[in-house]
């Protein structure tokens, strides 16, 4: 396959395009150390979760879940998604 110039600049324009989103990274300054924001969403939606699931076993409604191994992961995902939307959405 022969590239000509035309693909050349048309996989350049779109690469820059595709990268433009790397801009600005979202960070939090921990003590002098810039965090992404996506490790304190990860990190509060595992604690939400074990939380949730302390409840749901006290409730006794755990082992009506479906597939925990799908249950529990999805969960930290939708509260991941949570945190960061009301939490650190500009």
Known sequence: MHLTM???R?????LAVALAGCSRAPMVDVFGSFLPTWIFC???AILLTLVVRFVLVRAGLDRELGPRIIVYPSMVTLLAC????????D
Do not use: E, M, Q, R
């Open 82 to 89: 949570a945190i960061w939307l009301f939490g650190f959405h």
């Open 10 to 14: 048309a996989a350049t324009a779109l």
């Open 42 to 44: 990860i990190a509060g």
């Open 6 to 8: 035309k693909h050349l």
